[in-house]
């Protein structure tokens, strides 16, 4: 069974950072391209970032790109999420997917079909 897990979220004030960490049980990471996505009250679910299986690609929406920084660490089985300069509107569930990755397509668009896997999702609440 694939099992995804996040860590790391909580509550941080404006300014402040987190690392958000997504480990997979049941299969090994390495294979698949991965996404974080983030949802917050009342709002459609978006992605934030997304990463090549090999980690040599990755993407940024627009409002945390210089922000945020994913990474992975395939001898781990994990991908992290680090967040500098956290905002209010950050605020939301943040949950990671594993994709089959496709030589065809850049990451962005990988990470726009149907997972393979979704995480539970980890609260951050940016808050003073």
């Known amino acids: 069974q694939l099992q995804l897990v996040e860590s790391g979220g909580g509550l941080v004030q404006p300014g402040g950072s987190l690392r958000l960490s997504c480990e997979a049980s049941?299969?090994?990471?390495?294979?698949?391209?991965i996404g974080w996505f983030r949802q917050a009250p009342g709002k459609e679910r978006e992605g934030v970032s997304c990463?090549?299986?090999?980690?040599?690609?990755?993407s940024y929406a627009g409002s945390v790109k210089g922000r945020f920084t994913i990474s992975r660490d395939n001898a781990k089985n994990t991908v992290n999420l680090q967040m500098n300069s956290l905002k209010p509107e950050d605020t939301a569930i943040y949950s990671c997917?594993?994709?089959?990755?496709?030589?065809?397509?850049?990451?962005?668009?990988?990470?726009?079909?149907?997972?393979?896997?979704w995480g539970q999702g980890t609260q951050v609440t940016v808050s003073s």
């Open positions: 997917a594993a994709f089959i990755p496709a030589d065809n397509l850049p990451v962005q668009a990988v990470c726009l079909t149907s997972p393979d896997s």
């Open positions: 049941g299969f090994t990471l390495d294979y698949y391209a």
């Open positions: 990463i090549s299986s090999s980690g040599s690609s990755t």
